[in-house]
């Protein structure tokens, strides 16, 4: 096909006036297209996303439905089964007219007659955008209620009378603009869509519906919806696009798919190349599902060589965590499914638990947020439980089995989905959850998932006490320092100026200093989160007195044993008492420290170096928020695991309170609900199947409270 090629300092292309320049057509190839929105992005009039919609929609629907959807079934019926891929299209590049698009084009001014424009510097009201979208929507077809393909783009809308929900949200936001209301902005969530607009596009408003029903949001404010909670509106941190990001928008609403397993090659590339265009001038930084979109592109077709689809995910992922305080779930998990398309599984745990992490933050609602609860449920039991059963089908070192920092993930990972359920009116992990749940943690062997360091909240909140006091101490140490130090500055020792003073410390500093290698905290409480956050108090306190006792004897014979020299100047030698002080203290420090660390041996086997704040830093650490995975904690860390009862936690019914939005949520008795709830059917279990369950000493060690399920250990009954 031959190449159109027109010099960018031509005549604009539109000029949002129904005049559409006959000299950009015909469009005969997807360079002409480029070409086409490469002027549209740089001329000085704004894009005019009314023709560029029905441009690209107008090629799309020719080359995916039609003839050229009938041709695909037929190739694909003739190779059967076979994983051949059908690289090319029995239908040409269709050829877009002018007369085509212009006709079209003045269809659209034709039906948004019926509504006023705009005065000089006037802006929309929410009256007018309700009279826009009406006038969509009245014109639809009533069949067209439903997110079928091909319907997001003006040409199926002038040529058919058909949209889906994000179409209308387009077609309202193009008819604005075509109308010369400017303030108008299109505003997307990662499955919804609404418009902005105001001076400062704070105001919002509903032009479409969502979801499988065709429930009229038309008119409505979306702060009930960021009320809510859920995952459809991001909290308020959708992406609010500029004219550029719109034209982005209605590319990456490009739908590629011929049937259902099988896509248009013509299509995948004409959409690369706009989104590639985009990118390069600046549209697509504040856009992550775009990038997102354009990195999976990327990975079945390399057209740039010096940006991998790897950095287009992270860019993704960055451009959610710079300007939407990590609120977008879909970059993570483009992410994880490219690492684990890879086989990197460690890094694809990693990229899913982050997913999880950003899940949380909103609240399940059943009817909104049906299209990431399948991403989720696909994550969980499709792709991880895969991945266990390659991972488990050999034996080796390098085994994600081995890895303690892959079984963390895990748990982040569920952990979030938990606490996304919490306040939710419809619960989420049902038995179906479960089983994979159960199945999953138990390829992990206990060596493995012991190394894991799994803190609460409650944990957090101790330890930030016990730093602020230590630093209340220190400040009150070095002020009592200072006041010592002043004190014995008044002497009647004369020094030379040449000559600087070789006496002691203050009592204070050197106490400090001897402190130094000593172990302060308790290592017990580090690692697994049980007992004092310091280690033998009491005992530190006792050999602080006798500290500072001696070093107030040496010093008195410091003071005692001072020569004057010849010249009026005074020396200081060090008294023989204090060498015997400093070797009886060094061996009292080496005996502590030597008892602390066979503490921890023996609540954890697997130490095997003499520092076990050393180990503890290799160790991964994870913070339990849900109140479902708080009741797990024990029996995640037991020897032998209760599958029964993890089943039982998982799907148990969530009793936290229902949040009010605004108002203080009374949560002291939710982990005690459930885990008393499950400690009851774990007890009930061992009373039953008495004579079972005989247990090991390392299991009701690690346990430690007296109604914690681990320390029972009921028999199992069946294996999961």
Known sequence: MSTVTRSASASPCMALNGI?????????????VVNLFRRALTSAIEPDLTLLSIVVGYIELSLTTGEAAQAAQAAQAALGNSSDVIMGNSVPFPVVTHELIAGLYKKFQTILSVVDKPKPHRQATRDIIKKVSDVIWNSLIRSSYKDRAHLQNLYSYLSGNKLDCFGVALATTAGCQLLGYRDVRLAISEDHAWV??????VESIEVTWHGKGSEDKRGQDIGAGIESGSWLYLGGLAVVCERGMEVAAICVALNISLSANSDCVEVAELQQQLLWLLYDL????????ALGLLGELEEINRTHRSISCEQLFREAIEASRSYYHNHHVYPHIFQGNYYNRLLKYREAFAAWANAADVIRLYTYQCRDDEEI???LLDIANELIPYVMKTESSGHSARSILRDAEVFANLLRFYDGICQWEEDSLTPILHIGWAKPLVNNITKFDYDIRSQVVIKLPEDLEAEEAAKKAAAAAAVAAAAAAAAEEGNNNNNNTVVKKDEKPKSELPTTLADLTA??????LNPDFLLQGGGQPFADQKQQATVETETVNSNNTDKEATTTTTTTTSNGGSAAQSPPTEAKHKEAKLEENNTRSSGTSNNVEQATPIVDDYDPFEIMLKRPVITLHSQKMKGLKDLLLAEKLNTHAISLQVTAQSVASRKVRGAAVDSSRQPATISATITAIASTEVVGGAGGGGGGSAASASSGAGDSIAASRPKRTRRE
């Open 373 to 375: 609860y399948k991403e």
């Open 515 to 520: 402190a130094c290698g000593e172990k302060i």
């Open 20 to 32: 559409i320049d006959a000299s950009l057509f015909p469009l005969k190839s997807t360079s002409d």
């Open 282 to 289: 600046g549209h697509l930084k504040r856009y992550p599902m």
């Open 196 to 201: 902005m607009f105001g001076q400062k596009r």
